[in-house]
């Protein structure tokens, strides 16, 4: 049986690194399509390195665009791979544009589609990310989730019990895996910050890092904050290119607690997040890791399609107002932190689990 395994953009390449590895030596023929929407090497061929990934089968070298330019381009060259190898099924995972793109090709030829992550909702359609997940879900013909409330959104929108199951979490793999060395490393040192004492900060939602007021207005509260503890913030390029752009870099330069750096690599992000006192986030993946590491996670957006982190991981919904925000940071600061429980499935087996629905089903 083959199976086309999709990739694109950084968060995609944690979750497709454990199905590789759990289809070797099975029944199933992988075969990896990098769509290129992630092309430098920092945001993907150091994923590639750092976690064993096989080198893509094919590279459709998409790169940057428009939302439609680049879910257009990723279609017209994935609907010949398709036809050109005839897979059983396509699995793709997350919600990236890549994800949506190369599912609405699989449908019209009738292929069937896997989609790893589904059924998550943040009930926010001014997210592309929602929009993909929508379009993803409705397509699917095995929705693989990572958690109970995953399913119960599917049920509600009416999809049949009988395409879901509850897997666990394919990223959490990955980080399971990787945590041990990870820590070993010494990228904290390197960036001039005492384990356990700063906080990690990541931004690059556009509905953070587009609009110049909004993002004047993170920064005035990252101001406050760094005066408080350290912050290491690995810039997104779109969120360097946005903050040079509305002239707010010399700003962020000036502030003494908080060091910059370039987007790091998959390993060394672990190292620096897993021995962190806290992360500030807008990533969604973010929150997941975090949960299973039980660091306190404060996440700067309104609304999450990863419920379960608030309800039994350790993160908490601050927003994007001032001063909610620091009330969640000097919680942390005051020991009250959150830490949260385990999360049901999320135990490094979930890529084993994918291979042997899929093996089960043909
Ligand atoms: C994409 C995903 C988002 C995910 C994020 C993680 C969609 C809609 N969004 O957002 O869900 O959380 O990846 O990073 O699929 N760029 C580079 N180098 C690269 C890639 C991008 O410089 O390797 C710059 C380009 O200017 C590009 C911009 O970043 O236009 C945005 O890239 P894009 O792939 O469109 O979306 P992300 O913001 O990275």
Known sequence: MKVIGVVG???????????????????????????????????????????GIPKPDINLEVGSGSHAVQTAEIMKRFEQVCLDEKPDWVL????????AACSMVA???????????AGLRSRDRSMPEEINRLVTDVLSDLLLTTCQEADDNLRAEGIPEEKIRLVGNTMIDTLARMVDPARKLDVPERLGVTRG???????????????????????????????????????????????EGHGLLQTLKEMPGITLCEPLSYLDFLSLYSCSRLVLTDSGGIQEETSWLHI??????????????????????????????LAAVEDVLAGRGKTGQAIPLWDGKSAERIRDTLIELG
């Open 296 to 325: 306190p996670c404060i996440t700067l957006r309104q609304n999450t399609e990863r419920y379960v982190t608030v309800e039994l991981g350790s993160n908490t919904m601050a927003g994007t107002e001032r001063s909610a925000i």
């Open 107 to 117: 449908a019209k030829l009738g292929i069937r589609i896997a989609h790893v992550e």
């Open 197 to 243: 004492e700063y906080a990690v900060l990541t931004l690059h939602r556009p509905s953070n890092v587009d609009d110049p007021e909004i993002l004047a207005d993170l920064l005035g509260t990252l101001d406050i904050i760094q005066k408080k503890m350290p912050i290491v913030f690995p810039i997104h390029p779109r969120t360097r290119k946005n903050i």
């Open 9 to 51: 953009a950084r968060p995609n390449f944690m979750k497709i690194a454990p199905i590789a590895r759990a289809f070797e030596g099975s029944s199933l023929q992988f075969v990896l399509v990098h769509t290129g929407q992630h092309y430098d090497h920092r945001m993907s061929q150091s994923f590639f390195d750092e976690l």
């Open 92 to 99: 793709v995972v997350g919600d990236v544009n890549s994800t």
